[in-house]
């Protein structure tokens, strides 16, 4: 089975920095993906890491580390509207059969002014 | 990435009845997925469908509660049967967009039983 942690909430101001952790345990490891939900909406893709390494779109950045089963998404000069959920999802190899994505509790973040 | 038309969007329904929600991808898909958002919660896959065989359902979750058909590589069905308060939920349709743009989701389906 998947064991999927990252934080419950975070507050942060706006123009600051947040980071948010997850760690997994999976056994068969297909990449790991970040979605941002807004309340009432359904999730958005953000980023997609599947080697070790940091990736950097805009003010999002998402960092990989397979042997140690971590990853962390990173939000850089915090605007209101990024008040939101954000989901950390691992990607598991089913073999034949394809992809499964399992998700994370999610991460509600709050962008104080 | 693949667009998903996902309906009805939100329904109120009597407990003990049955609700059929359907997604349309606008290609071929092999694999389709169902997943459950609780308030508050985060998603919780449900079963993965894939044409021509029957759906997988994850730990938890039942064939007789949460038929779904595929009956091609663009279309399923869930059906949450025998519904009880404990069902409302939003229910959710993804599908694996090529070139790792991540999967794409329907709009979601808001169900509240009464």
């Known amino acids: 089975g998947q064991n999927i942690d990252q934080p419950t909430e975070m507050t942060a101001t706006e123009g600051a920095i947040v980071q948010i952790n997850c760690t997994y345990q999976?056994?068969?490891?297909?990449?790991l993906f970040w979605y941002q939900q807004h309340a009432g909406e359904a999730p958005t893709f953000l980023s997609y890491?599947?080697?070790?390494g940091l990736e950097e779109k805009g003010r999002f950045s998402s960092f990989l580390s397979r042997s140690k089963g971590y990853s962390y998404l990173l939000l850089k000069e915090l605007q209101m509207k990024d008040s939101a959920s954000y989901l950390c999802a691992v990607r598991d190899r089913l073999g034949a059969a394809g992809n499964k994505l399992t998700f994370g509790g999610g991460t509600r973040v709050l962008v104080k002014p | 990435s693949a667009v998903i038309s996902q309906k009805p969007s939100r329904d109120i329904c009597q407990r003990g009845t049955s609700l059929t929600i359907q997604c349309q991808v606008d290609s071929q898909v092999t694999m389709m997925f169902w997943y459950r958002q609780q308030p508050g919660q985060s998603l919780t896959l449900i079963a993965t469908?894939?044409?021509?065989?029957?759906?997988?359902?994850e730990s938890g979750f039942v064939i007789d509660k949460f038929p779904i058909s595929r009956p091609n590589l663009t279309f399923s069905t869930l059906t949450v049967s025998n519904m009880s308060p404990e069902d409302s939920s939003i229910y959710l349709c993804?599908?694996?967009?090529?070139?790792?743009?991540?999967?794409?989701f329907g709009s979601g389906t808001r169900l509240t039983v009464v």
């Open positions: 890491n599947v080697l070790d």
């Open positions: 999976t056994s068969g490891f297909n990449g």
């Open positions: 993804s599908v694996d967009s090529p070139g790792n743009f991540g999967y794409t």
């Open positions: 469908a894939n044409q021509g065989s029957e759906a997988t359902y």
